[in-house]
Every structure is written in structure tokens, then in C-alpha cells.
């Protein structure tokens, strides 16, 4: 029987011959209960296995007709699965009112593999095309593709340093420098700079994009220190000469 999600096998001819001669609720009960069967062990059953009770059982299996409705007794559904037990098809346990049913021989109805070559998936999803295809490729399969995919993470990360020794300062940090307003010199806010994240610990991938930052926070944080180096530094030898002149 094809599925949505999965496949029984059922055949034309079914082995046990109770099943040709019971009552036609019987024949429904023992294929829902195919059906309903986990594919595979879970934390409340196993594979084969399905849970239920007679009160679900009977809105299950009432049938209509027009506005009359047939309801099967509990006493109907009782003698169903005890027969249905005693045929050796099931194993049938009760407790305080939960039915556990076993399907025996469960293998014969749904194997892993279906005739046509693919996974067999039950209703219920405990088992899909990608984990089959996992399990089909192996556990060094999986093992070198996992490896593979930390080698790219690896290679692909930036890396993280501490605080240089050395850290001089290029013609770049001065034209940035002085692209912000700061035209002083720069050893002693770089110095602080570093200075400050040696005693944090600090790690950054481009130090000099640290030092930038550093930059515009000092302008940010002593905007009139920076103003009145600008004025004093507007102010030089050379233009005033200029003025003068």
C-alpha cells in the first residue's frame, strides 16, 4: 500500500486465514493498526508498536449511514484484538486503560527498504530520504565531509591578535589623522591607545582600523582640546609671515 509518507506490504492472498473469514471490523482494525505502527523505537514505544485505548478506537471506527451513526462496543473491540492476538498477528498489553499494541512479524509489512529500491518512511516521519542517504554513505563519509566543512570555517575566519609591540606610525595614520581635524602629533594619543588595550587584553583583527576608531573617538570625546590645536596650528610661522607681508 503506497503512502504519502511511506509504504506497507500487503499481499492478495494474506497468510492467516482468520482474516478471510472475521468480520469486516477486524480486517479494518488490523490494517489501521499497520498503518498506525512506529517505524522505529521512540521513548514510548518501539518499533511496531502503537498506542491507543478503546474510547478512541470506537470514534475511530464508527461508520455512517446517512444520519445514522454505527458504533462499535467496547465489548465488539475487545473480542476484536483478542483474536486478533490470539491469530498470533499481535500482542495486545492494558494498563490502566492504555493499550500498547505489538505488530508481530513487523518487518514483513515495512521493511527499511522498499521493492522499488528507496527508504521506507512511516506516516509519522521518524525517518526521512536524508538520514537514509547518511546512513548509506557511512560514518567516514559523514566524519571527512564534517572535517571539510571546519577546514573552509577555519581558513575563512579572520584571526584575532593582542596588542603589538610594534606599532609605528605611516604617512597613512597622519593623513587620517589630519583628514579628521588633528594635525598635532600623534605619539602621545597613540601611545595611550596602546597603553589602554594592553592592560584590557584586547584582540582585534586590523589594529589599524582599532587605532582609526580610536581616532574619531578621541574627537568625539575632547572636541575643544582638538579646536584649539586647530586654531593654534592655523596660526603658524609661515602664515603669519604671510599675513604680515
Keep these: 500500500m503506497n503512502m504519502a509518507s511511506g509504504y506497507i506490504h500487503l499481499y492478495k492472498i494474506m497468510e492467516n486465514e482468520y482474516l478471510n473469514s472475521c468480520p469486516h471490523l477486524y480486517f479494518r482494525v488490523w490494517i489501521w493498526m499497520l ?14 508498536q502503537l498506542k491507543t485505548s478503546i474510547s478512541e478506537m ?3 471506527f464508527t461508520v455512517k449511514f446517512g444520519n445514522r451513526k454505527q458504533v462499535p462496543t467496547s ?12 491469530v498470533n498477528l499481535c500482542g495486545i498489553s492494558n494498563v490502566k486503560g492504555d493499550i500498547t499494541i505489538t505488530i508481530l512479524n513487523y518487518d ?8 522499488n529500491g528507496t527508504p521506507n518512511v512511516n506516516r509519522h516521519g521518524n525517518w ?12 567516514e563519509g559523514i566524519k571527512e565531509n564534517i572535517a571539510r566543512g571546519e577546514k573552509i570555517k577555519k581558513a575563512t575566519k579572520p584571526k584575532l591578535s593582542p596588542c603589538p609591540n610594534s606599532f609605528p606610525i605611516t604617512d597613512e595614520m597622519k593623513k587620517y ?6 594635525n598635532s602629533d600623534l605619539t602621545d594619543l597613540t601611545e595611550s591607545f596602546l ?3 594592553k592592560a584590557k587584553g584586547s584582540k582585534f583583527v586590523d589594529w589599524y582600523a582599532a587605532w582609526q576608531k580610536w581616532v574619531r573617538n578621541e574627537l568625539e570625546w575632547y572636541p575643544d582640546k582638538y579646536a ?4 593654534d596650528n592655523y596660526y603658524t610661522q609661515e602664515r603669519l609671515d604671510e599675513v604680515l607681508s
Design 128 to 139: 526521512d530520504v536524508i538520514s537514509y542517504k547518511r546512513e548509506k554513505e557511512g560514518k
Design 228 to 231: 584649539a590645536a586647530q586654531v
Design 195 to 197: 597603553l589602554y588595550h
Design 35 to 48: 498503518l498506525g505502527a512506529n517505524f522505529k523505537d521512540t521513548a514510548k514505544v518501539k518499533r511496531g
Design 177 to 182: 589623522a589630519k583628514s579628521k581635524g588633528i
Design 75 to 86: 465489548k465488539m473491540l475487545r473480542h476484536c484484538l483478542g483474536c486478533l492476538s490470539s
Design 108 to 115: 514483513k509489512y515495512q521493511p527499511d527498504i522498499n521493492p
Design 58 to 60: 470506537k470514534e475511530l
